[in-house]
């Protein structure tokens, strides 16, 4: 696989050993922040501080629980608590995950109609842009964007893809309206704590890309 490797964590990895991970080929990492208006992982600050001390390029991402609070809510509670960018070479732009409900099995889409979901999303969106800058990075898998917002191709534009999908040589089909993706998520373990990522480029491309150049 070419591309910068990199990976992404959560309070479940608790404290990682970050030079280590870059010994093994860490350039970036997403650090998981927040989730709804309500929860921030007790270990971000040292995960994300960490990072950066061993020389990964570091983000921050928020999990969205749309059905809990409105986009804008959500939005600023994750920048207020680590989700915040500057163009310094080493602070990834802000990234919205939005995925299944984790907390109902059957409610892949929070019970919300398309259109409610897309007016969700440019609520979260155009917020991070208001305090931050820049545009959040979309973090998703081609089932869920077709399906919740159906087949959406308003945000790939103006919103870089961070695209999920295990077990396969590439990352297959994308969420309607993207033509490349920015990141890959392609398995959910490896050498690197945490999920395994790509990035679509080289380290200098990475560097870039953090500036938003």
């Known amino acids: 696989m070419k591309g910068a490797k990199g990976h992404d964590v959560s309070s479940y990895q608790k404290d990682v050993d970050w030079r280590s991970a870059r010994a093994k080929g860490a350039r970036f990492v997403y650090v998981k922040a927040t989730e709804s208006v309500s929860y921030r992982n007790p270990y971000f600050g040292r995960q994300y501080d960490g990072a950066r001390g061993a020389g990964l390029v570091r983000g921050a991402y928020h999990f969205a629980l749309p059905d809990r609070s409105s986009g804008a809510a959500q939005a600023r509670y994750f920048v207020r608590n680590g989700g915040d960018w500057r163009a310094d070479g080493w602070t990834l732009p802000p990234a919205l995950d939005l995925e299944g409900d984790p907390y109902g099995a059957k409610r892949r889409c929070y019970g919300m109609s398309a259109a409610r979901m897309t007016g969700w999303i440019w609520a979260f969106s155009d917020e991070v842009r208001r305090l931050t800058g820049r545009r ?11 399906a919740c917002t159906k087949r959406s191709t308003a945000f790939a534009d103006d919103h870089p893809l961070w695209v999920a999908r ?18 890959w998520q392609y398995a959910d373990h490896g050498k690197l704590p945490g999920d395994q990522n790509l990035f679509d480029g080289p380290e200098d491309g990475l560097r870039g890309f953090a500036r938003d150049e």
């Open 136 to 146: 959040p990075v979309i973090y998703t898998t081609a089932r869920w964007w077709n």
């Open 166 to 183: 295990y077990g396969a040589r590439s990352a297959g089909e994308l969420p309607a309206g993207w033509a490349r993706w920015t990141f």
